[in-house]
């Protein structure tokens, strides 16, 4: 099956460079190329792409509410963001991941590591870049106006579940999960996947949000 990726990034050498990286591979397909946000959000409609590339910074409308568009439209459940920014540690990445950005990376990162970072986003598997998402949250959730925010809709979690979200804000994929409780790693997919659907969210990056905004998750721990 082949991933359509849509780039969206106001410079015309930069969106060249990807596309000539990721249509290199066999299972990958450039469908369009947005110079804008709102470009963006138009072309995510018309393409159905699986991936959309986007940066930050861009003019018209911005690759965070282009994300917040994408994410709000029913129409496209099926479409995930990966936002590419300059600094992996700008403080808009969080704001992009409550917007519904299935995850983040730097521009500087390897081929390799972008290529594959699109199809884990593609088949809404893992969280890209743990580390630094982590070390993210933690410290943009650790500034003096930031306090933890209990959410009501955590009570349906159960206690296994609970464990597992904590694990997944550490950035562990499902095997590594499956191997700290002791249980399949189908079994841990199984959690992941009825604790998204009990939140109401689309993919784990978003559970990382979750576990910081509501404590199950703390900076440095």
């Known amino acids: ?11 015309a050498l930069v969106r060249t460079s990807f596309r000539m990286i990721i ?19 138009g072309l995510a409609r018309t393409t159905r792409a699986d991936v959309v590339l986007m ?41 992009a991941l409550r917007a519904g950005a299935s995850g983040f990376l730097g ?17 809404g598997e893992a969280l890209l870049s743990p580390r630094a998402t982590k070390a993210l949250v933690a410290q ?25 979200l904590v694990l997944v804000a550490a950035g562990l994929s499902n095997d590594a999960i499956a191997e700290q409780l002791h249980v399949s790693p189908w079994t841990a997919k199984t959690h992941v996947n009825r604790i998204m659907t009990k939140l109401g969210v689309r993919d784990r990056a978003q559970l990382v949000v979750i576990a910081y905004q509501t404590g199950h998750a703390h900076p440095g721990g």
Request: without cysteine; negative net charge; hydrophobic residues 40%.
């Open 23 to 41: 249509e290199s591979e066999p299972d990958l397909e450039v469908v369009g190329e947005a110079a804008t946000g709102e470009e963006a959000v």
């Open 107 to 123: 521009k500087g990162v390897e081929i390799s590591h972008l290529l594959d970072a699109i199809r884990l986003i593609a088949r």
């Open 140 to 164: 943009y959730l650790a500034t003096p106006d930031r306090t933890s925010t209990p959410a009501p809709e955590l009570t349906s979690l159960t206690e296994r579940e609970r464990q597992v």
């Open 1 to 11: 099956m082949t991933i359509r990726v849509l780039l969206a990034d106001d410079q």
């Open 55 to 95: 940066d930050i910074r861009m003019p018209d409308m911005d690759g965070l509410a282009a994300t917040r568009a994408i994410s709000a439209d029913e129409d496209l459940a099926g479409v995930r963001v990966l936002i590419l920014t300059t600094f992996e540690a700008d403080e808009y990445v969080f704001q």
